[in-house]
């Protein structure tokens, strides 16, 4: 199983950018994915989930900015982010959930992909 | 600002044994989520330590240990190396919150 990020770069404040996990090794369909960035220097903060069903949902610092998708044609698993500051700079990672059980809640993060920078500078 | 706390950083002598702590409340650990950890070697992605509070994924090390109780929960690393020198998160579910929450992270120094 592997997890490529691109699409990560420069973009000013108010910009617009579109990050992609490219999945080698399982069908984004039948799986659960997230999004984790961090900031330079700083800890690991969830961003935004797409469960297998689906359904999305995302922290209260993104949303209505971010938005998660999938595309099962080309198995890759997206993050479409407007309205970006400052904040928003980070290293962003995809990383697909696993479980035990049915509870979505229980779920951990394995594996993860090597990230990609996003820098919003003014 | 997370709603698991982990002290900034902790040390020890090659061969000993470390802990870190991963403090939460009643929305998160205490309301009985499973707890995760992650080693983040510099540089690097975050890898699986341990999941489910107490268990190691394949290829992880005996070395390193989980547990839970009430609304905390720990990692232990024993026989310290050099090479555990890293980065190292916890990770739940928090119903307040709604959401995945991390741990403030520890760095761990071999001296």
């Known amino acids: 199983v592997q997890l490529v990020e691109s699409g990560g770069g420069l973009i000013h404040p108010g910009g617009s950018l579109r990050l992609s996990c490219s999945v080698a090794?399982?069908?984004?369909?039948?799986?659960?994915f997230s999004w984790v960035r961090q900031a330079p220097g700083q800890g690991l903060e969830w961003v935004s989930v797409i469960y297998t069903a689906g359904s999305t949902d995302s922290a209260d610092s993104v949303k209505g900015r971010f938005t998660i998708s999938r595309d099962t044609s080309e198995n890759t698993v997206s993050l479409q982010m407007n309205t970006l500051t400052p904040e928003d700079t980070a290293v962003y990672y995809c990383?697909?959930?696993?479980?035990?059980?049915?509870?979505?809640?229980?779920?951990?993060?394995?594996?993860w992909g090597q990230g990609t920078l996003v820098t919003v500078f003014s | 600002q997370s709603v698991l706390t982990q002290a900034p950083s902790v040390s020890g002598a090659p061969g000993l044994r470390v802990t870190i702590a991963c403090t939460g409340s009643?929305?998160?650990?205490?309301?009985?989520?499973?707890v995760h950890w992650y080693q983040q070697l510099p540089r690097t992605a975050p890898k699986l330590l341990i999941y489910?509070?107490?268990k190691r994924p394949s290829g992880v090390s005996a070395r390193f240990s989980g547990s839970k109780s009430g609304t905390s929960a720990s990692l232990a690393i024993t026989g310290l190396q050099a090479e555990d020198e890293a980065a190292y998160y916890c990770?739940?579910?928090?119903?307040?919150?709604?959401?995945?929450?991390f741990g403030t992270g520890t760095e761990v120094t071999v001296l």
């Open positions: 090794g399982l069908s984004v369909r039948g799986n659960s």
């Open positions: 990383a697909r959930h696993s479980a035990n059980g049915p509870s979505q809640r229980l779920n951990w993060f394995d594996p």
């Open positions: 009643g929305s998160n650990i205490g309301a009985g989520f499973d």
């Open positions: 489910g509070n107490n």
């Open positions: 990770q739940s579910y928090d119903t307040s919150l709604g959401g995945y929450v």
